[in-house]
């Protein structure tokens, strides 16, 4: 014989709405969390990148006077003596119009552009520098040269992600509620539904885990399919965000990437909404029953 | 009737009687004594209720409506609680139970109800099955028990049907399948023959006395006098808050399977100074 549901609940609308809903509330913390986690790999990158760096950028000279190799040499000198300072090294002019190569197309950097050289500057591990006073003193050497702490303009960058990571947890957590809301809505819905039916399996024997397991599979089987339904259309939304993003702004936008870990967590989305729709309706069909005689 | 299932029914209500005798110098079967019920802060629907039904004895319960029939049945098979006075059941006070022990003593009672109560999605089968299924029987312990007991109330051929395509009676049977598989030793119903006619009504009854004889208690709430005298069994009468004892008056049951039975249980009703108001 096979196992049936005692209570019917093709007969309730939550059968239809409820996955509808639940899939609405997967994808939106499909979107939240992929953002989330693609800043945060971003943070990462550029944590990695730039941990520990300075740049130096040095005016671009006079082409007819041999260019800006004599403040290069000068500031390279200051930095090379600086204690911390594991190695310095003047960025390739062939880099620097990789860097600019978005903003000017194809054609690349007009020959006749001035550009500023820059030095890239790696500090020792733990090593504790005075970017300020560093920036003096190479002032006063190469005038107008500029000196960059990559790690405080860091810090500003990881804390507006951070703060944007905080609103998709945020925006995770909202919806994570709201999909609570529902589904008690709809156990409350389906209790008074099955008034009658569950006097009668209380009449003849059924203890109330039995009962609150027919709802909790019924809830089960109605967030796993919400789940799966709003992680395939998040799924398909991050995919064309990505072609489109790709397409657009290659190279000006930075590069965002899900790792394989990121897309485990997305795939258990599924599982627990399923997981929160079954504990939830266990949790309200085990209370309303107590009150039952 | 398949003899093995007669046998098995009769086995289990056998060991009930024993258990039932134990208990008996206290609670007997089921035992009333002052109860009152209300339900919620309403007026009481029963009070003073005092009697006590023996083992293996059958009565109805008679009344008009409202008279609190219905009310004094959802107290014994514990679906409402009383709201004073003490209520034993198979030597137990139940008044002082806990809730987690009703559901193995409503496994003691077999329910029969006037709308059926049938789940129309489950097959009859299935519906019958259901007491086992939550007793957690195995699977061909069920299939085997089920068919016989639906062979045994005449619906072998429609064991695959749903309620919906069954007539009034066929349902009424399955109903009392139902009730019965778990081999309760009480069997209650409350108006059983209310929605069938009167050939069906009596083929119901049969059932019923059927099932007294191999040992089950019967209380059969009804307000139906011609199958009450017919059947001549005693009877509990709620009228006008009052509960008073008739005995029975006929002492054969018209019934050819009756021939030849053991004698109709004595009456064990004795009820007390009752009272029953109406809501």
Same mark, same amino acid.
């Given at each position: ?293 | ?86 209520? &034993?059941?198979?030597? =137990? ?10 559901? +193995? /003593?409503?496994? @003691?009672? %077999? ?114 006098? &011609?199958?009450?005298? =017919? ?10 808050? +009052? /509960?008073?004892? @008739?005995? %029975? ?31």
């Amino acid at each position: 014989m096979a196992q049936k549901y005692d209570l019917f609940f093709r007969q309730a609308a939550s059968g239809r709405f409820v996955p509808l809903i639940i899939g609405a509330m997967v994808y939106l913390a499909a979107l939240a969390l992929a953002g989330s986690m693609a800043i945060g790999q971003v943070i990462e990158t550029w944590s990695e990148d730039l941990r520990g760096t300075l740049t130096v950028q040095i005016p671009a000279g006079d082409p007819a006077a041999g260019g800006a190799s004599a403040q290069i040499n000068s500031a390279l000198s200051i930095l090379l003596e600086t204690p911390g300072v594991d190695w310095a090294e003047p960025v390739p002019v062939d880099d620097i119009n990789s860097l600019l190569r978005p903003w000017f197309g194809e054609a690349g950097v007009p020959d006749d552009l001035p550009l500023p050289a820059l030095i890239e500057v790696q500090l020792l591990p733990g090593a504790e520098l005075d970017a300020a006073k560093l920036g003096q003193h190479l002032d006063q050497a190469v005038p107008d040269a500029i000196l960059f702490d990559n790690g405080a303009w860091l810090q500003h960058l990881v804390r507006f992600a951070r703060s944007v990571q905080w609103v998709a947890g945020i925006v995770v957590a909202l919806v994570g509620g709201t999909a609570i809301a529902i589904i008690v809505f709809a156990t409350r819905a389906g209790l008074s539904v099955h008034r009658r039916t569950i006097e009668l399996l209380h009449t003849i024997g059924a203890k109330d885990g039995y009962i609150a397991r027919q709802f909790q599979y019924h809830s089960l089987r109605l967030g796993f399919a919400g789940g799966i339904l709003g992680l395939a259309i998040a799924t398909v939304t991050l995919i064309v965000l990505a072609i489109l993003a790709e397409q657009a702004g290659a190279g000006m936008l930075p590069k965002m990437s899900l790792t394989w870990e990121h897309l485990i967590v997305l795939g258990i989305l599924p599982v627990a909404s399923a997981l929160i729709a079954t504990l939830t309706a266990r949790a309200i069909v085990m209370r309303a029953l107590r009150e039952m005689p | 009737m398949g003899k093995d299932l007669i046998s098995g029914l009769g086995d289990g209500a056998r060991s009930n009687r024993r258990a039932a005798k134990v208990a008996e110098s206290q609670y007997r079967m089921v035992r009333f004594e002052n109860v009152g019920m209300r339900y919620g802060v309403g007026p009481e629907v029963l009070s003073d209720i005092d009697f006590s039904l023996k083992p293996g004895s059958f009565h109805f319960l008679t009344g008009p409506s409202g008279a609190g029939k219905t009310s004094l049945l959802r107290l014994m098979y514990l679906a409402h609680r009383p709201s004073r006075g003490r209520i &034993g059941m198979f030597g =137990r006070n139940i008044t002082k139970l806990k809730r987690r022990a009703l559901p +193995a /003593l409503r496994r @003691r009672i %077999g329910v029969v109800f006037q709308d059926f109560r049938l789940l129309d999605h489950l097959t009859a089968l299935e519906n019958v099955a259901l007491p086992l299924r939550i007793a957690g029987a195995r699977k061909d312990e069920i299939e085997k028990h089920v068919s016989e007991l639906l062979d045994w109330v005449g619906l072998e051929k429609q064991i695959h049907a749903r309620p919906p395509t069954l007539s009034d009676g066929e349902k009424q049977r399955v109903a009392i399948a139902r009730a019965v598989i778990g081999r309760p030793s009480l069997l209650l119903a409350d108006e059983p023959t209310g929605n069938i006619d009167p050939d069906q009504g009596l083929r119901i009854l049969r059932l019923f006395d059927e099932l007294n004889k191999i040992g089950t208690t019967v209380l059969i709430a009804t307000h139906d006098r &011609g199958l009450v005298s =017919r059947f001549g069994r005693p009877e509990l009468h709620l009228e006008e808050g +009052a /509960l008073t004892f @008739r005995p %029975g008056l006929v002492a054969d049951v018209p019934n050819e399977t009756a021939k030849g039975a053991p004698t109709t249980p004595e009456p064990a009703a004795t009820p007390k100074a009752s009272t029953a108001k109406t809501a």
